[in-house]
């Protein structure tokens, strides 16, 4: 591949958005979250050698890439880094959770505007989306629902005045639990720059179907992470993908028919990667001959790809 077409590659491939373009294709990536051990060069070298597509940042205190800590020069080299591997980069991964304080709501924002500025160093011209969960208790949802949405309304304006987008994730007993309730949350705010994570895991939990999930939360989906889990909404695990009920291909195939085009990407919880030891190198080859197989399997196509740059020239 031409250094043109490496760069047009990147461009396209590197933003998470949902398009409803002809051809569909999907990538598969998995995160620096369940690699926080690694120094993220080796992570980034890792994952495009087993031949993920891409690969999602860790943003959050304490993980190598904290936009808080990272330097002009530290931003220039993983750019460099990823367009030389051949890596997209859809998304970036925050933990913001909800509360309502004026203080936590100012520490918010201020990470949003380090994540989307972060984001347009590591791709201007379609910087990754801004991932985080929301918090709260489920059972709290009435109380504070608009609370919520006054506050997700205040991303939405960082989002806008920063051109960056910002993915909130339902989460099992969080005050945003279902599809439904994520879908209100952006109806209130009702601005293209707050957008969905769809994780079915969350679901799985609550009893809910995949497909019915999926179809409810799919018009205001960014980006699909993909982990299993089991138990109740109360008390659940969540696992590698794979080692759970869910039918892969079928979920897949059904992305496709829905016109899904962007990425997907392996989350390796907290609930593994905290384990005592826990290695992440044979996670990320373990999660990607699975999901690697299910997108064969589904019949999804997939950003083009070419070998990694080698060690010794990067």
Avoid at 109 to 131: G, I, M, Q, S
Avoid at 163 to 175: D, E, L
């Amino acid at each position: 591949m031409t250094g043109t077409s490496r760069r047009s590659f990147l461009a396209l491939a590197g933003a998470a958005a949902v398009t409803r373009a002809a051809g569909h294709t999907i990538g598969l990536n998995n995160g620096t979250y369940g690699a926080k051990t690694m120094k993220t060069s080796d992570a980034l070298h890792a994952m495009a050698e087993i031949g993920y597509d891409g690969v999602e940042l860790a943003l959050m205190p304490g993980w190598p890439t904290d936009p808080a800590v990272l330097s002009s020069g530290d931003r220039k080299e993983i750019r460099k880094l990823a367009e030389d591997l051949g890596l997209a980069l859809p998304s970036v991964l925050e933990s913001l959770p909800l509360d309502g304080t004026a203080a936590k709501r100012a520490h918010n924002l201020e990470r949003l505007k380090l994540a989307a500025a972060l984001a347009h160093d590591l791709c201007p011209t379609r910087p990754p989306v801004v991932e985080t969960i929301m918090g709260g208790k489920a059972e709290q949802w009435e109380q504070v629902k608009s609370s919520m949405a006054d506050e997700l309304a205040g991303w939405a304006r960082v989002g806008q005045e920063m051109q960056t987008t910002i993915c909130v994730k339902p989460h099992a007993s969080h005050a945003a639990d279902t599809p439904e309730r994520a879908v209100w949350l952006l109806k209130q705010v009702n601005s293209r720059r707050l957008r969905a994570v769809y994780d079915y895991s969350h679901f799985y939990v609550e009893g809910l179907p995949l497909e019915q999930s999926l179809r409810t939360l799919f018009p205001y989906t960014e980006y699909i992470a993909v982990k299993d889990s089991s138990g109740t909404e109360e008390n659940h695990q969540f696992l590698l993908p794979g080692d759970g009920k869910v039918d892969y291909v079928s979920y897949f195939q059904l992305l496709k028919k829905l016109g899904y085009a962007g990425f997907i990407g392996v989350e390796v919880t907290s609930m593994i990667h905290q384990k005592p030891g826990y290695d992440p190198l044979p996670t990320l080859h373990l999660c990607y001959e699975r999901m690697a197989a299910a997108f064969s399997q589904a019949g999804l196509e997939r950003p083009r790809r070419r070998s990694p740059a080698l060690r010794s020239k990067a």
